[in-house]
């Protein structure tokens, strides 16, 4: 099948069987290897990308439901002022431990910041609810998110 989407901002054309999982086409055929398998469920959150600015599992996603579709992944989060004022606030607060769930974090966290600027930990508790962490107890990565948010609310870059 042809596929044609919008791959962190630029227009993408790929040859896949529609069947394939976004996250096999994506890591195996795209070598983007950002996004991460856990579970391969949907209940684990750490192959989350957009998918139309919605985080989604990309576990979950056939390749045939990115046609014509835009989806951003770990790799071009770089360019969303949401993903850049979560990585600094991440480092910053210790958010990060393993690494592994922190792709998936930032970007379901990003979707939420696009909304939102004024989040209560309930809020962000209940938005992440879908990303699993086994290193940082939550407390630092909730802490990280309500310090970007600030940031963005007050207009800081860093």
Do not use: W
């Not at 056939?62 to 790799?75: F, K, N, P, V, Y």
């Amino acid at each position: 099948m042809k596929l044609t989407f919008k791959l962190n901002g630029k227009k993408t054309l790929i040859d896949a069987p529609g069947n394939m999982r976004l996250i096999d086409l994506l890591r195996e055929r795209l070598e983007l290897t950002g996004t991460k398998e856990g579970c391969g469920k949907g209940e684990c959150g750490a192959c989350t990308v957009l998918l139309d600015n919605q985080a989604v599992c990309s576990c979950l996603v056939l390749s045939a439901q990115i046609d014509g579709r835009s989806l951003i992944t770990i790799e071009g989060a770089e360019k969303m002022k949401e993903a850049e004022a979560l990585r600094t606030a991440f480092a910053e607060t210790g958010a990060i431990q393993c690494g592994f769930c922190t792709p998936g974090m930032i970007l379901s966290a990003a979707a939420l910041l696009r909304t939102h600027r004024k989040l209560s930990a309930a809020q962000i508790k209940r938005h992440l609810a879908g990303n699993l962490c086994r290193c940082t107890g939550y407390s630092k990565i909730i802490e990280a998110v309500e310090a970007a948010a600030i940031k963005l609310k007050n207009g800081k870059r860093k």
